[in-house]
Structures are given as structure tokens and as C-alpha cells.
């Protein structure tokens, strides 16, 4: 940690002066990273530079872009089939959402089996779940600017998702609108905040790697790190890692951008906004099916709405809610059943949100619904008591396993030691 | 390890793959299949086909639907050279102004213009179609459900209604259509226009010309964007084979201390 | 005892060869991939399809009148034409022989004496000049006057007088039939 490590003097005066050279040193090159990560581990790297591609296309496009609800569909045409590789831009920011969200998904499940969230790394994951609420308003936001039929009922819809609010909802709609209906204001505002809130996600983004650099990784053993044995630096083994994980993402985005450009998208919002028809399926993009499926399949208005933001304030209490000091579902046998009827869960509701509200749809919503606050409420803290881990090994290097060790992870230490 | 991972991965793309295609059908007719030029990872335009399918869109649609996207320096992609351009333009007369007087006037049109639209509205459309509002070309295949299958099967599935069925006034029975009621007369019988190369004039094959034509209408950049996939799939699957490499390379050490 | 250690340690320093040329080889194709990405990110910002469309146009002078001036909008910018009389082309060439802070004869500036071609903007500070219409200031050699600083071109466009340092410019032009110039 000296700052004369480096040989390069303009970089050492610089160090003196600016530790920046250090710091980046310390946190990207030494970082001591277990060293038993799996392929799952990759998806927060890339779900950062998904973070990146989106904004950097989302600049370029914002230049060619005009939000007004008279010229906003027309200026996206423009950039389709005038502007200068204006389709690949624009096929790379949309496509680039689905697949940040699929990225951030499996990151999210990833810390769900492996138990990321649990002590001392609660922070880490609530700065997780803020970064996911965060994308999801940008992306709502996002999908409103090209003006489509989509776009505006899609924003008139969710928008009115506030009315639901009793005494102060109208108000609140109205003022979310700026008139009376989703109409020019509300389009330039929503053009406003998409370009703003990518910003505030890479200030959250931040605070997540500081949390993470705490304590370092967690690993699919779910134990803490016990030496220099178990932990190999950042440099050169994840970087590479991560770049043969973002290599082989990006071929699946450049599948997706370049041959099926629309697959995830919705014809309809290849028709211009028309406030007095609706179209006959409304569907949100796919990220949203099992929040919405959430929302339909509570039959009161602000119950809906109120077990669709539950379904993401759940996650906020989940190191609270599962209190078993084993993190890794690996040694969980009765969790690991429950996590996968959970992930399937999410699966079915998925499904059902792009179904139309009717029938047997319906009944399977509400069960898929009941049991996705029943698996967070009921049966992970019942786990947390009632079940018997398997034995833990004693170490990640050492894959000896130490009897009833089950209060391996219970004892962590900080990464750094305070200087 | 691996298990959970394929189920994962196999769940997340299944799942990302499958429900938008679900949500995306929507409707109570079956379209008829057609093997497109244009479709696949190494599709291109039929360029003979998009220039008979522009020459039936003046000749049988451009009366009450409009192709707002289109401009006619566009139809280089067509095969058109420049000259032939100009004279396509010079036959459509363009309001341009105001000039001098502030008074809007007509001129002949050049490249830079787009076709110019045959209502100046939706209102006027509406008002001319018995309140029905023919939709905007320029985009319809993209704007539809599997849009080229869809614009071949409506264009050639006109039929009497079944017995019992009854079909208002001013509508027509259209098998392809959702609710099988259109407000658009049949518009192509066969040999509704007269082909400058002698190609076929049957409604089928005019109809497969009107859809290669909109589907480059829809999506003009599609033959470029296939290209560069290509070159760009390539680059990336060797990337990642050459960074699993380095990976393995770099890794040595740690998995031999672990054997 | 050396030629041994030699041999011991070749595969290893050939193993090591590889394993960097594979990791540069590597990293040198993920920056590749990265310039190939900017470029379309610095592209855009180039002049657009729709934009070029626009960066040539067809102009029919056969309808402007002996004396009279069209002015086009060309690139953002005016351009004057001017259909000139047969006083306005001979006093271009009369005065072709004097000193001019700008030296240039009349016709290495038209194509053809009856019609000049100019960008109606003052090369010194990029107003536009008067002279156009029919009643406006002309200057004092019968062409244009810029109200801004006072420059006065002659019929010819030529910096006579005032603080412009150079003739007014002649966008690319051509004409396509006796009365068709396509400008651009």
C-alpha cells in the first residue's frame, strides 16, 4: 500500500498527491476474491456494463431525438432509417434493456440461493434492490419515449396505477401527468428523468461496490474467507473471467439485436399514439409480467397496487425474514426445493402476466401470487428454524467438512483492516 | 454445479423467449406461411419483386393509403438509378411553400421529397372511407403480428362469408382478419396491374410483391443489419473461444494447486 | 550444469510465451471490438441521409427576369442568383483589370455572364448582404452592400469596399440544361 509501488514517476507523483492510482490498485488489481466463484458470479460485471452500453447508446440517441408528442414517433423513425447506424444504436438501447434486466435477474436469483443477502452483506443487497427500482422507472420511462401505441397506454396505465391512493390519488396522477391525460408535458418529463436516473443508478451502483468491497464476494460455499489461502486477486483471474463471461453475453446480444430485433418488443408500438384507441392486448415489456401479473391478481385497486410494490418491499426485509446463519442453499436441502418451487413461481407469474385476465388465468395468477409472498413471509423464516443444514467445510480451500459446523458463516470479518 | 446453471439458463431463455411470442399471437385466424426472401440470418430483398410491389402499391393502394416514410430518394434500394428516381418524383406534384406571397403551392416532386400522402389527414381519410382510417403503409409490416405472413394471408383471403353470417354494409368478409370483418374492399382480383418485365399478375403473386415490397418499407436498413450480424456473430464466438483460452492460461495455477 | 538448466526451463518459458501471447492476443481483440463500437457512436452525429438529400438542389433560372435576384435557402444558407443586364456584366468586365483587394476576372466567377452565382453571406462576419429586392441599397458598384459593417460587392461579387477580406464565395454549381443549375 505504499505509494512508491510505482515505477512510473508521473503516475507515483500523481499517487502522492491523488491516491486514485492506489485506490484503483487496491480495489481492482490486489482485491482478494475467493477463489471458488462461479459462472454466476459473472452477471454483476456484466449487469455493470449493460449500465454502461445503455447509457452511452442512450446519449448518442438522445441526440437525435425529439420529445414532443408531435415529432417524438416521426424523430424515431428518422433515426431508424436516416441517421447514421441510427437502427444499430437504437436496436442496441432497446434489445439492451431486456437483456440488463436479464442480467440483473440472474444476479438477483444468484444472491438468492447462495444467500448473498444474509449478515454482513444486508446493505450490499437493499442497495441492490433500490438499483433494481431504479431500473425499473427508467425503463418504464424509457419504453414511453418513442410515442407508440404501446408506449402511451402503457403510461397511461401505470401511471394511473397512483389514482389507486386513497384521498391524494387523482392529485398525485394529475401531477405525474401535468394535465389531465398522458400528454406532451408528461412525455417531456419522462424524457427528463429517463436521461437522469441511469445517473442516479451509477451514484447507487457506487455505494454497491463500497458495500461489496467491505467484505468482499460471497462464494457458492456461502463460508467466509479464511486467509490469503482462499482468495486469489482480482487481477488477472476475474478480469479475464469476466471478459470471457462478457464475450459470450455480448454474442447472445448481437444475436438478439441483429436478427431479432423486435422479438422482445410489441408490434403495436410500430403505431403512432393514439389517445382514443386502445389496443386490444395491453402487455408491459416482459420484466414487468410478474409484477403485473401481481397487481391483476389482487381484485381490488389498491390492493393490487399495494401487493405489487410489496412484492419489491419484501425484498428490502429478506436478510431480516431468513435468519439461518447458512448462507449457501448448497447445504440448505429443504431450501434448495423451495427456492427452485420459488423460481418457478416467478416463472408462472411471468406467464401469466402476458395472458389476458380471464379464466382458469386468474386462479393459477392468484396461487402464483399467494405463494411468492407466502415463500418470503412464511416459509423462509419456518426454514430458518426448522431446517438442518448439511455440514459446512472448514474452509474453501480445505474441503473438509467440520461437523455440525453450521456457525461458519456467523463470524465475518471485515475485508480491510481499519488503518 | 452445472445442473442448477442449465436449469437456470434454460429457464431465464425459455422464459424471455417464449412469453412475448405468446402475447404477440393474440387473434382467431391462421395465416398462411410463406418462405420470405428476406427472412433468416442471411435473408435479402427480392429487388424485382419491391419494384412490381411499389408499382401495385401506386397502382391499387396509394389511393387511400399513405406512405409517410418514404421518400423517394429510398427507392435507390429498389435497383432504381438516380435518373429513374427524378422521373418517379417528377410524377407526383407536392405542396411546398409559402413563397414569396405566403401562399402554399404545388411543384413537382424531387428525391428529397416523400410520397406524398393521399388524405391530407386522418380525419379527411376517415371522411373518405365511410369512418375507417386506412392505416399508414410505411411501417405496417412491423406493426403487425408476424407482419409479412399477415399482409400476404389479408391481401389474398377475401371469400364470401359463411352461410349465417352476416356482413354489414360497408364491410367486407375477410378470413385473415381478426373478427373476420374489414372495412377495406378486396383489393386485388388478378391482373390488377399490367407488369413492365411480364412477371405474373395473379392476386397471389402481386400480393408476395406488395409484402416485399412493405417489408423493406418497414425495415430499409435489414439487408446492412443482417450483414453486419454476420461479421459481428463471427467476431464475437471467436472472441469468446480466445478469451476462454486466456482464461484457461491464466487459471492454470490455481486449478493445479487445487488437483 | 547451465545446459541442463537451459533445457529444464524451455518448455516453461514456452508454456509462458503462449499463455501471454493468448492473453494479449485477447485483450487486443476486446479493444478492437471497442473501436469498431465507437464508430458508430461518432457517426451519428455525421449529416444524416435526409440531411444529405438536401445538400444538393435543382434551381430553374429561366423564370428569373433580366435585373431581377432569386435568393435559395442551400445548406442552411442563402444563395443568391442573379439573372444580370447586359450594364451589370459589362461592368464586371470593365472593371476586371483594376486592383481589387480580391484579384479575380468576371469569368472564372460564372459559368455563364447572364446568370452570377453567389452564397449570400458577407465573408467578413457572416451577415447577409442587401441588394436582392428590388429598392434595396446595392452598394456602390451595383451589387450587394452589407448593412452590418458596410461591405459593398460589385455585380460581380467582388469585395470593392469595407472590411470583407474576400470576394463572396461560389457554392459548387453546375448547369444541367440551359436552364437548370444544380447547386451542390
Known sequence: MSANQFKNPVVRWIDHRLPIFSFLNHEATEYPTPKNLNYFWNFGSLAGISLVIMIITGIVLSMNYTAHVDYAFDSVERIMRDVNHGWLLRYIHMNGA??????????????????????????LWMLGVVILLLMMA????????????????????????????PFVGEGIVTWLWGGFSVDNPTLNRFFSLHYLLPFVIVGVVILHLVALHRFGSNNPLGIDTRGPQDTIPFHPYYTIKDFFGLSVFLTF???????????????????????????????????????????RAVPDKLGGVLAMFGAIAVLFILPWLDSSPVRSGRFRPIFKIFFWVFFADCLVLGYIGAMPAEGIYVVIGRV????????????????????????????ISTPIFGGAGAMAGAAAAPKRKVE | MKKPILTLAAAVISASFSLPALSAGGGDVILRQEEWSFSGPFGTFNKASMQRGFQAYKEV???????????????????????????????????????????????????????????????????????????DLSLIVKARANGADYLYSLLTSYEDAPAGTVVPEGMYYNAAYSGHMIAMP???????????????????????????????AAEP???????????????????????????RFIWADVKKAEA | MAALKTKKAAPAADQKSRRDFIVVATYSMGAVGAGAFAWPLIDQMNPAADTLALASIEVDVSKIAEGQSITLKWRGKPVFIRHRTKT???????????????????????????????LGVCTHLGCVPLGQKVGEVRGEYDGWFCPCHGSHYDSSGRIRKGPAPTNLEIPPYAFLSDEVIKIG
Open chain 2, 186 to 216: 378486396q383489393p386485388l382480383y388478378g391482373d390488377d396491374v399490367e407488369y413492365a418485365d411480364g412477371a405474373d399478375t395473379s392476386m397471389d403473386a402481386v400480393a408476395k410483391d406488395l409484402v416485399n415490397f412493405m417489408a423493406w
Open chain 1, 253 to 295: 446480444f448481437a444475436a438478439a439485436v441483429f436478427f431479432f430485433p423486435n422479438f422482445m418488443g410489441h408490434p403495436d408500438n410500430y403505431i403512432p399514439a393514439n389517445a382514443l384507441q386502445t389496443p386490444a392486448h395491453i402487455v408491459p415489456e416482459w420484466y414487468f409480467l410478474p409484477f403485473y401479473a401481481i397487481l
Open chain 1, 138 to 165: 427508467t425503463a418504464f420511462m424509457g419504453y414511453v419515449l418513442p410515442w407508440g401505441q404501446m408506449s402511451f397506454w402503457g403510461a397511461t396505465v401505470i401511471t394511473n396505477l397512483f389514482s389507486a391512493l
Open chain 1, 368 to 395: 402464483a401470487t399467494v405463494w411468492y409472498f407466502l415463500h418470503f413471509l412464511l416459509i423462509l423464516p419456518i426454514l430458518s428454524v426448522a431446517e438442518t443444514p448439511r455440514p459446512l467445510p472448514q474452509s
Open chain 3, 88 to 118: 451589370e456584366i459589362d461592368e464586371a468586365l470593365r472593371d476586371d483589370a483594376l486592383n481589387m483587394r480580391d484579384p479575380q476576372v468576371d469569368s472564372d466567377r460564372v459559368q455563364k455572364p447572364e446568370y452570377l452565382v453567389v
Open chain 2, 61 to 135: 393502394c396509394a389511393g387511400c393509403h399513405s406512405m409517410n416514410y418514404i421518400a423517394f430518394r429510398n427507392l435507390a434500394d429498389l435497383g432504381y438509378n438516380e435518373a429513374e428516381i427524378k422521373a418517379i418524383a417528377a410524377e407526383y406534384e407536392v405542396e411546398d411553400g409559402p413563397n414569396d406571397e405566403g401562399e402554399m403551392f404545388m411543384r413537382n416532386g424531387i428525391p428529397a421529397d416523400r410520397i406524398p400522402a393521399p388524405y391530407p389527414n386522418e380525419l379527411a381519410a376517415r371522411a373518405a372511407n365511410n369512418g375507417a382510417y386506412p392505416p
Open chain 1, 98 to 123: 431486456s437483456f440488463f434486466f436479464i442480467v440483473v435477474f440472474i444476479h438477483i436469483f444468484r444472491g438468492l440461493y447462495y444467500g448473498s443477502y444474509k449478515a454482513p452483506r444486508e446493505l
Open chain 2, 221 to 247: 436498413a435489414l439487408e446492412e443489419r443482417k450483414r453486419m450480424g454476420v461479421a459481428v456473430m463471427i467476431f464475437l464466438v471467436l472472441l469468446s473461444g480466445l478469451s476462454f483460452g486466456a482464461m
